[in-house]
C-alpha cells in the first residue's frame, strides 16, 4: 500500500473544473466515504474514478495496469489490516471452522 505523508494526505488538490474539490486527498475520501449508503454506491464511484482517471490519461495498456494493481493493493491491504484481525478477534471468540492439524495428517 502506498502510503502518503501527513503533509501530501492534507495537500489541497486541485480545482477539476465544474466541480470544486480542492480539498485535501482525506477530506475527499471523508467526503467519498460519507456519500456511500451500501456496496453499490462503493462501486459507483470507484467506477466513475476509473472513468475520470482513463479520460485524463488515455486509454493505455500501463493506465488499466496502474488501476488494477491500486485496486488489488487496496484490496489487500484491507484484508490484511481489517478483515483478518477481525476474523483472529472472532476465531478467538468462537473457535476455529477449520482443524488445520487434521488437514496437515491428511494423505494424498
Given at each position: ?30 467526503a467519498v ?76
Amino acid at each position: 500500500m502506498p502510503y502518503i505523508d501527513d503533509e501530501r494526505r492534507n495537500e489541497n488538490l486541485p480545482n477539476s473544473g465544474n466541480i470544486d474539490i480542492s480539498h485535501s486527498r482525506k477530506d475527499l475520501g471523508i467526503a467519498v466515504g460519507n456519500a456511500m449508503d451500501n456496496g453499490g454506491d462503493f462501486q459507483y464511484i470507484i467506477a466513475v474514478a476509473i472513468q475520470t482517471y482513463l479520460e485524463k490519461k488515455g486509454l493505455r495498456y500501463k493506465y488499466c495496469e496502474e488501476i488494477m494493481g491500486a485496486l488489488t493493493g487496496a484490496q489487500m491491504e484491507f484484508y490484511r489490516c481489517v478483515v483478518a484481525p477481525y476474523e483472529q478477534e472472532k476465531i478467538a471468540e468462537n473457535g476455529a471452522v477449520y482443524n488445520t492439524r487434521l488437514l496437515k495428517k491428511a494423505k494424498y
